[in-house]
């Protein structure tokens, strides 16, 4: 466990509550988005708008600068848009958006990114994530998401290049969602802790 991720978990955790493990995660590939109607409503603040109108101005002067260019990324997102994730990665989760493992995934996707620090104990599993807003210069941790030891299992499944520090987190409703650390290593720690601690 980097001295780094513990640092980043430890001012969550309850009193006397061991922490086991804890690393950098981010959802699997092949994980879809969930569909709008399920995701919170954020209303962007008046910085973000004004940031946003920014980046639409200089978009569009890049195309008059250069119109090939600006084409055929175009075409290269819509083409990469067109094509699922789990075509070139697998499936990354089972279960439906209700499941627990829905849930899951639904709350990693609410926020600016998909990472976080997930975190075994002797009691639960957690994940803390950075809120900060992209003009604070100071990270702003949160707790985004937790769960019980008995409500979810950890299971190593590295796939591929890309996902060999690959967790399938199971729940105990039979759904289940991916999770990737960017070590092997590193996973081989979090499960080794998750499994030891059932032991």
Known sequence: MLNRDRDIVTPFLQRGEQLLGAASI???PGIPYPPPELMPRRQPSELEQKLGKKFNVLRRAYAVVNPVGAAVGAVEDRMMGAVPDSVWHGEGMAGGWHSAAGVFVRRMRDGTSSLGTFAVTDRRHLVVVDDSKLW???EQYALHWEAPRQAVALHRNPTGVLQRGRIDLHFADRSWAGI??????TADELAAAAAHHQG
């Open 26 to 28: 981010s959802l699997a």
């Open 136 to 138: 604070q210069l100071k």
């Open 180 to 185: 990737t650390t960017p070590m092997p290593s």
